[in-house]
């Protein structure tokens, strides 16, 4: 289980890596999360619940990063840790947070919406689920 | 990218032969240099954007041309509704109507200068920047649309702002063909504690001062000289626009091959002009211009009275407004013939020529003052739209300097503290609520935008005015 940032010229990638399709989508979120403020330093103290569907996994996971990117805008909140349940294109997810404190969290950047750009959901040839996309900043 | 694979049909102006699926050539504006600083994702994204239905004459790049989502930044592209011709909502992007709006201020370098520390400090108590700040205006549903439906006339019917700023706006500060009903409850909903917010990224408020004139009739026009004092916003539609292109996106995306359309990449999603999704995207679009443009009005009316608690004698008037993500509908001809064009402008501005109908009065004879930003270390441009430029791309040029590098790497190589002390050292006052969002935004993480520019002005996409450096910027 692992997340990280890849370079795209104008804005930032975000994968997430995991033994399941579901923990690629979580660490994905991690990263997402990664893009504002240190996801470490983001308390677990209030759950949002986020519920996606989608014709195929690809859109399913622009669609689940985008929910998030809404709650946290609408919310003004930051999360830090997920649960996800992905069963046929449907999620179902807990994302654990609590509101923005632009002192505590530094937030460096706002997310306006992930991308369709090297979009990119499916197994590495290590067996380990990967999801990514770039993110609008 | 490898200027060998162009045709270079003038000094700054390639050609991107039609191959493949490619409907018309690719024309890439730029010098050498910048040509090979292009990413290779550039001439891939131009070739792809040929490939789109409708599209007529070129898929054009302009110099600051760099790798974005399905059209590259700095793309313009024109589509045709009679020609089977397309929207995308992926050509407009998710910072609909992102723009730049240049307040001149009656001030000269000397009045600011014992004040400027105070200056900046009450310009970044007034205007709400970066991530989770709000602004003091909370609209309800009906206030939205009216908002909605007519842009920055409606902020100015609200008291922010005088009559007179409308003339200096882009559709006269409201965009026509506004549907508010095609914009989601989810959208309105981001954008209800966003009214008069500057955003973050690459979004600023700046003072600057005028260091260099380069066509002087057309600056005393434009009511600038040498030591001038003036402000820049640059913003856009906020939560609401961000959440307009995520949704439109993705049901073109989902809904291409529907309407026969084979996307190169699904970013490209688009749909027929005159589909019934292509009308409601136009009409939620055009929405979210007038948000941007209400937007930058009610920022404009902040700006005004941090000047007036500080400068008392200062007199915000505006220069102009213009927006970098659209998709307009315009009259331009075409192999002698004028045509009803659909362009789409994505990290690009409108350069109207002079004696243009949708100028104000004032800027007849010079042409529409273009505005491009910088970074916060070397500064912006004005530029003028030239008769050429009209016959170069549907009357547009470049919008700013681009990144050169990711915002990974900016922050790896320099600390947001180290750059606002050097800046300060310089005389540049930075005030932002993230040191790590300066680090990002560093100077030395951008192009030259004076090479972008002087490729512009030399390929006739317009000409070079005045340049600005900043002396205060407020960063979101």
């Known amino acids: 289980m692992s997340w990280e940032h890849f370079a795209h010229e104008a804005d930032i990638g975000v994968r997430g890596r995991g033994a399941t399709l579901a923990g690629a989508f979580e660490e994905a979120a991690i990263a997402l999360t990664a893009v504002v403020t240190d996801p470490r330093r983001v308390a677990p103290t209030l759950r949002v619940d986020v519920r996606c569907a989608a014709p195929n996994v690809e859109i399913l996971f622009v669609d689940w990063l985008n929910a998030l990117i809404y709650e946290m805008a609408t919310r003004r909140m930051l999360f830090g840790r997920f649960a996800v349940t992905i069963d046929a294109n449907a999620l179902r997810a807990e994302a654990w947070g609590e509101p923005l404190d632009r002192i505590r969290h530094e937030p460096a950047v706002e997310v306006k919406g992930a991308t369709y750009t090297a979009l990119a959901v499916g197994k590495a040839a290590d067996g380990a689920w990967e999801a990514q996309c770039v993110v609008d900043v | ?201 690459n979004h600023y408020l700046e003072v600057q001062r005028v260091v260099e004139i380069f066509d002087r009739a057309t600056a005393d026009a434009f009511g600038l000289a040498v030591d001038d004092v003036v402000v820049s916003i640059h913003c856009g539609s906020r939560g609401l626009g961000h959440q307009i292109g995520t949704e439109y996106l993705r049901e ?56 007036r608690a500080v400068l008392p004698r200062a007199h915000l008037s505006l220069l102009y407004d213009v927006s970098h993500n659209t998709c307009k509908v315009e009259t331009h001809v075409v192999d002698g013939s004028p045509r009803e064009l659909y362009v789409h402008r994505k990290g690009a501005t409108r350069a109207l020529p002079p004696g243009h109908a949708d100028l104000p009065l004032a800027f007849h004879a010079t042409g529409q003052p273009v505005l491009i930003g910088g970074s916060m270390g070397t500064g912006s441009y004005i530029l003028t739209g030239t008769a050429r430029s009209a016959k170069l791309a549907f009357a547009s040029a470049c919008h700013g300097a681009g990144r050169s590098m990711s915002r990974h790497e900016a922050t790896r190589r320099w600390g947001g503290r180290r750059v606002v002390d050097d800046l300060a050292g ?35 996409l317009a000409r070079k005015v005045a340049r600005l450096v900043p002396i205060v910027c407020v960063k979101g």
Request: with cysteine.
């Open chain 2, 1 to 201: 990218m490898d200027p060998g694979r162009l045709i270079r049909v003038a000094e700054c102006e390639w050609q991107m032969p039609q191959v493949g699926a490619m409907r018309v050539p690719g024309v890439i504006f730029a010098d050498e240099a910048l040509i090979r600083g292009m990413d290779e994702k550039v001439p891939l994204q131009i070739g792809n954007v040929a490939t789109l239905p409708g599209i007529v004459k070129a898929s054009f790049a302009m110099p600051d041309a760099h790798w974005g989502y399905g059209f590259p930044i700095g793309g313009v592209a024109a589509f045709d509704a009679d020609a089977g011709g397309i929207v995308s909502a992926g050509g407009v992007g998710f910072d609909i109507s992102c723009g730049v709006r240049t307040l001149l201020t009656g001030l000269t370098v000397k009045d600011i200068e014992a004040v400027k520390f105070e200056l900046a400090d009450v310009l970044f108590a007034r205007i709400p920047a970066g991530l989770g700040s709000t602004g003091a205006l909370r609209l309800d549903a009906s206030r939205m649309d009216a908002m909605l439906a007519s842009g920055a006339r409606w902020a100015v019917a609200q008291g922010y702002g005088l009559a007179e700023d409308l003339a200096r706006v882009e559709e006269h500060g409201a965009m026509a063909g506004a549907d508010p009903a095609q914009v989601s409850d989810m959208a309105k909903r981001r954008q209800r504690d966003e009214m008069g917010t500057l955003g973050s990224g």
């Open chain 2, 426 to 460: 310089r005389g540049i006052l930075i005030r932002s609520p993230s040191l790590r969002g300066v680090a990002e935004e560093a100077p030395g993480a951008y192009k030259d935008v004076a090479a972008v520019v002087d490729a512009a002005d030399r390929a006739g």
């Open chain 2, 252 to 307: 073109m995306a989902i809904g291409a091959q529907g309407a026969g359309i084979a996307l190169p990449d699904r970013e490209l999603a688009c749909a027929p002009i005159r589909s019934p999704v292509g009308k409601r995207y136009l009409g939620a679009m055009r929405a979210a211009i007038n948000c941007a443009l209400a937007n930058r009005q009610i920022l404009t009316h902040l700006t005004r009275q941090a000047f």
